[in-house]
Structures are given as structure tokens and as C-alpha cells.
């Protein structure tokens, strides 16, 4: 299904009912060449809870049971595969799908529920999708104000432009969407969706339509601004790393059900299972047969804890934690080997072992690589507690 289609669809009729900015404060722009940017005025930051969330359609259940709170202010990356209902759970929490069963407070309050429903504008929700949504008709500063109806038309302005200085885009007001490139575009809907200071920010892929390099830009602005502005978010990604830049704890999905959550550091280094750690890292999976609680192999033997006798399990071992030394190294716990093939990777190299005990060929990363090469004989070993083992999982 185009989910960018349904979320364009829904954005706009979400858009065009009343939203209700919150009072307070409104940063004032200091916009002249070379001036700083003034910064964007705090929100009220909302808890977020949701609970035992579910959402089927007819057969289908994109949502399973999932519970989640959200601290004010905190920012969580939801991570998983296509169609692990991510997004489900995004239009769910902004009110643009109702639950079929469970919950969503806001600050404590209903928003969705058996017996209660709140409309999205109601919410203090501020949405922000992949394509943007921008309205190709509007100006930018029209788009930007677009949400702020509901103010006396002077402070309206005022606000739009105080956010369009604090995305960079003071110069732009005038000019439309389609005269912008794709980094400005998502600048302005980072501003529109910001500027009625939204308790909670949702965030569906907002930087998939990006090239790489200006990708890492607007991923560090936006961080820089949901922080200043404190509003609770929400940011949906299938993309690793850019949950582990940007969350301040990321929700692992699968199948509608969150499997772990935690710090990047508690996810990398603790993966509750090999579809986390494969998110997490490149990894070489080998299997093996678990005995006594732990497995055995030439490189060493590691725990396999809570796993029975006889169990087909996989050992994880990092790429990045295979260690190679020149060939005349000692070491008892060192392993002949021999590169079978190698690539540069700019600050590392990628190099595929043959490694004595083990039948396949072992990938390692390694910072430097002089003098190896295709065919050179090498030690090899595992930093100690780099082995994971879980059951096999498909
Ligand atoms: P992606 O990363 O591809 O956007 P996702 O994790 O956001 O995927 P969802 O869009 O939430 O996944 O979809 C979760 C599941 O629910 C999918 O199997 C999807 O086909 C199904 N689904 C979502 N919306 C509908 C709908 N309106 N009607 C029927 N099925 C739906």
C-alpha cells in the first residue's frame, strides 16, 4: 500500500480542520544577514501513553498489544521492517486511525480509548511525513502559517517568519515549494509542523526522500530543534543508525509487537534477540548445537543461557570484533587463517577470513589492513564476550 499517499491524504484533511496552538510566547525573529538564528519557542512537552494498542484490519493485525510511555520531552525512534506497523501506530497515537482495542493519554488524558475518542486537531499533534506534504499552491510562508489559523493574522505572521529565521529560511517566505530543494522543503515542514508548538511531534521517515549527505544535516537540525522546542516525539525509521542518532531510547517492531527497547548502547551491546542484533550490527551468524548451557566452537566457548540441550542456535560473533594479527603472532587463543578477499571501505576494510575449525568464511571489519592482502595467511581471534547465541530464527 503507498503509505506516503495515505499519510498525504490524511495530512491535508488533518490540516485543514482547526488546529488549536497553545498560548504562550512566541520567538520573535532577529533575521538580518549574517545575524544568528533566534531559536524556536519551548512547548508545553506532553507524556505519551499508550496502552495495550491494538489495530486490525479485517484479517490483518498490524498492531498487537503494544505498550509504550513516552517521558516529556523524550525523544523515540520506532525501528523495524517494512510493514511491522510503525506507521499503523503513529496514525493511531495523532488520532488518524481509531484503536480497536486499548489506549492513548496524553498528559493523562484520553485521546483514544473504548469510550473516548479526540479528534486529531484536539490533540496538540504536530505531523511531519516523508514526502513533506507541502501545498504546492501556498507560499512558503503561507504553508508554515497554515496551522496558526486560529491567531489574530499579525501574530500569525510574526510566528511563521520567527520559525522560517530559525530553519535557515527567512529569504524564502515568498517563494513556493516547487522553487526549493528537497532539504529546504523539509525544513519548511519541520517549521509548519513545529510552529503551533505541538505537545507531541510525529514524525512518519522524515529524512528517506534525502540524499546521504544532506540527510546527516537535517537529521542534526532536527534534533537541534525538537530539543530546544522540548516537544515529546515520536520519529518513525527503518533505519538503524538514524534511530541510534537521533532517540533518546529506540521501540524495536516486529509483526505489530514491540520486541525490545532501550538506550542504542543497551540495544547494540544487549540484543534480546538475532533479529535485534542484526539490526544493530553486521554480524557473522554461524550455527551451532547448544550443550550444558553454552556452545563450543575453535574460536572459544560461549553461554547460551536459558537454552536446552540439543537447541539449533545461532552464534553471533560482531564483524567488528574479529581480530587479526600478521601471521607469525603467538597467542594460544589464536586461529590460523587466511583473507579469501578484501575491500577498502574508506576508515575500514572489509575482510573475508577462512578460518581453521570454522566451515564458513568469517567476515571481519578492521580499521587498518596494511600489507594484507587476497591470499595472505593471518591469526585470527575473538574479542572475549563478543559471541552472542540465540535460537535460530529465520
Ligand atoms: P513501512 O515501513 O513499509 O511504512 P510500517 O511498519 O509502517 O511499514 P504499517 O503501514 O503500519 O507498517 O502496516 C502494518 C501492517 O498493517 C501491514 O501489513 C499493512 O499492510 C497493514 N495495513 C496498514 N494499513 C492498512 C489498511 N488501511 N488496510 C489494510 N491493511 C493495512
Same mark, same amino acid.
Given at each position: 500500500?503507498?503509505? #506516503?499517499?495515505?499519510?498525504? +491524504?490524511?495530512?491535508?484533511?488533518?490540516?485543514?480542520?482547526?488546529?488549536? %496552538?497553545?498560548?504562550? %510566547?512566541?520567538? @520573535?525573529?532577529?533575521?538580518?544577514?549574517?545575524?544568528?538564528?533566534?531559536?524556536?519557542?519551548?512547548?508545553?512537552?506532553?507524556?505519551?501513553?499508550?496502552?495495550?494498542?491494538?489495530?486490525?484490519?479485517?484479517?490483518?493485525?498490524?498492531?498487537?498489544? &503494544?505498550?509504550?510511555? +513516552?517521558?516529556?520531552?523524550?525523544?523515540?525512534?520506532?525501528?523495524? /521492517?517494512?510493514?511491522?506497523?510503525?506507521?499503523?501506530?503513529?496514525?493511531?497515537?495523532?488520532?488518524?486511525?481509531?484503536?480497536?482495542?486499548?489506549? &492513548?493519554?496524553?498528559?493523562? $488524558?484520553?485521546?483514544?480509548?473504548?469510550?473516548?475518542?479526540? %479528534?486529531?486537531?484536539? $490533540?496538540?499533534?504536530?505531523?511531519? !511525513?516523508?514526502?513533506?506534504?507541502? !501545498?504546492?499552491?501556498?507560499?512558503?510562508?503561507?504553508? +508554515?502559517?497554515?496551522?496558526?489559523?486560529?491567531?489574530?493574522?499579525?501574530?500569525?505572521?510574526?510566528?511563521?517568519?520567527?520559525?522560517?529565521?530559525?530553519?535557515?529560511?527567512?529569504?524564502?517566505?515568498?517563494?513556493?515549494?516547487?522553487?526549493?530543494?528537497?532539504?529546504?522543503?523539509?525544513? &519548511?515542514?519541520?517549521?509548519?509542523?513545529?510552529? %503551533?508548538?505541538?505537545? =507531541?511531534?510525529?514524525?512518519?521517515?522524515? !529524512?528517506?526522500?534525502?540524499?546521504?549527505?544532506?540527510?546527516?544535516?537535517?537529521?542534526?537540525?532536527?534534533?537541534?530543534?525538537?530539543?530546544?522546542?522540548?516537544?515529546?516525539?515520536?520519529?518513525?525509521?527503518?533505519?538503524?543508525?538514524?534511530?541510534?542518532?537521533?532517540?533518546?531510547?529506540? @521501540?524495536?517492531?516486529?509483526?505489530?509487537?514491540? +520486541?525490545?527497547?532501550?538506550?542504542?548502547?543497551?540495544?547494540?551491546?544487549?540484543?534480546?534477540?538475532?533479529?535485534?542484533?542484526?539490526? !544493530?550490527?553486521?554480524?557473522?551468524?554461524?550455527? @551451532?548445537?547448544?550443550?550444558?548451557?553454552? *556452545?563450543?566452537?575453535?574460536?572459544? #566457548?560461549?553461554?547460551? /543461557?536459558?537454552?536446552?540441550?540439543?537447541?539449533?542456535?545461532?552464534?553471533?560473533?560482531?564483524?567488528?570484533?574479529?581480530?587479526?594479527?600478521?601471521?607469525?603472532?603467538?597467542?594460544?587463543?589464536?586461529?590460523?587463517?587466511?583473507?579469501?578477499?578484501?575491500?577498502?571501505?574508506?576508515?575500514?576494510?572489509?575482510?573475508?577470513?577462512? =578460518?581453521?575449525?570454522?566451515?564458513?568464511?568469517?567476515?571481519?571489519? *578492521?580499521?587498518?589492513?596494511?600489507?594484507?592482502?587476497?591470499?595472505?595467511?593471518?591469526?585470527?581471534?575473538?574479542?572475549?564476550?563478543?559471541?552472542? *547465541?540465540?535460537?535460530?530464527?529465520?
Amino acid at each position: 500500500m503507498p503509505l #506516503t499517499t495515505r499519510c498525504r +491524504v490524511s495530512l491535508k484533511s488533518w490540516l485543514s480542520t482547526t488546529q488549536k %496552538p497553545l498560548p504562550g %510566547p512566541i520567538a @520573535v525573529s532577529n533575521a538580518v544577514a549574517g545575524a544568528p538564528r533566534s531559536r524556536a519557542a519551548a512547548t508545553f512537552a506532553a507524556r505519551l501513553t499508550i496502552e495495550n494498542l491494538t489495530r486490525t484490519y479485517g484479517e490483518a493485525t498490524a498492531l498487537n498489544g &503494544v505498550s509504550l510511555d +513516552v517521558s516529556p520531552g523524550e525523544i523515540v525512534c520506532l525501528l523495524g /521492517p517494512s510493514g511491522c506497523g510503525k506507521t499503523t501506530l503513529l496514525r493511531v497515537v495523532s488520532g488518524i486511525e481509531r484503536p480497536s482495542t486499548g489506549r &492513548v493519554l496524553i498528559n493523562d $488524558r484520553e485521546v483514544a480509548g473504548p469510550t473516548r475518542y479526540v %479528534p486529531p486537531e484536539d $490533540r496538540s499533534i504536530g505531523l511531519m !511525513f516523508q514526502d513533506f506534504a507541502l !501545498f504546492p499552491h501556498l507560499n512558503i510562508l503561507d504553508n +508554515v502559517a497554515f496551522g496558526l489559523r486560529s491567531l489574530a493574522p499579525d501574530v500569525r505572521e510574526r510566528s511563521a517568519r520567527a520559525i522560517l529565521d530559525r530553519v535557515g529560511l527567512a529569504d524564502f517566505a515568498e517563494a513556493y515549494p516547487s522553487t526549493l530543494s528537497g532539504g529546504q522543503q523539509q525544513r &519548511v515542514a519541520l517549521a509548519r509542523a513545529i510552529v %503551533p508548538r505541538p505537545a =507531541v511531534m510525529l514524525m512518519d521517515e522524515p !529524512f528517506s526522500g534525502l540524499d546521504i549527505q544532506l540527510r546527516d544535516t537535517m537529521q542534526e537540525e532536527t534534533l537541534a530543534l525538537l530539543r530546544e522546542t522540548r516537544a515529546t516525539s515520536l520519529i518513525v525509521t527503518h533505519n538503524p543508525e538514524e534511530a541510534m542518532r537521533l532517540g533518546d531510547r529506540i @521501540v524495536v517492531l516486529k509483526s505489530g509487537r514491540i +520486541v525490545q527497547q532501550g538506550s542504542t548502547e543497551t540495544l547494540y551491546r544487549n540484543p534480546a534477540s538475532l533479529f535485534v542484533a542484526r539490526l !544493530f550490527s553486521e554480524i557473522n551468524e554461524i550455527p @551451532v548445537r547448544v550443550q550444558d548451557g553454552r *556452545v563450543v566452537t575453535a574460536a572459544g #566457548t560461549f553461554a547460551a /543461557p536459558g537454552l536446552s540441550d540439543g537447541t539449533a542456535a545461532v552464534l553471533c560473533l560482531r564483524e567488528r570484533a574479529i581480530e587479526i594479527t600478521p601471521a607469525g603472532a603467538n597467542g594460544c587463543d589464536k586461529l590460523n587463517g587466511r583473507v579469501t578477499d578484501i575491500k577498502f571501505l574508506g576508515d575500514m576494510t572489509r575482510i573475508d577470513l577462512a =578460518v581453521e575449525g570454522f566451515d564458513q568464511i568469517l567476515k571481519a571489519r *578492521v580499521g587498518g589492513a596494511d600489507g594484507l592482502r587476497k591470499g595472505s595467511e593471518v591469526k585470527v581471534s575473538i574479542q572475549p564476550g563478543a559471541g552472542l *547465541v540465540f535460537p535460530f530464527e529465520s
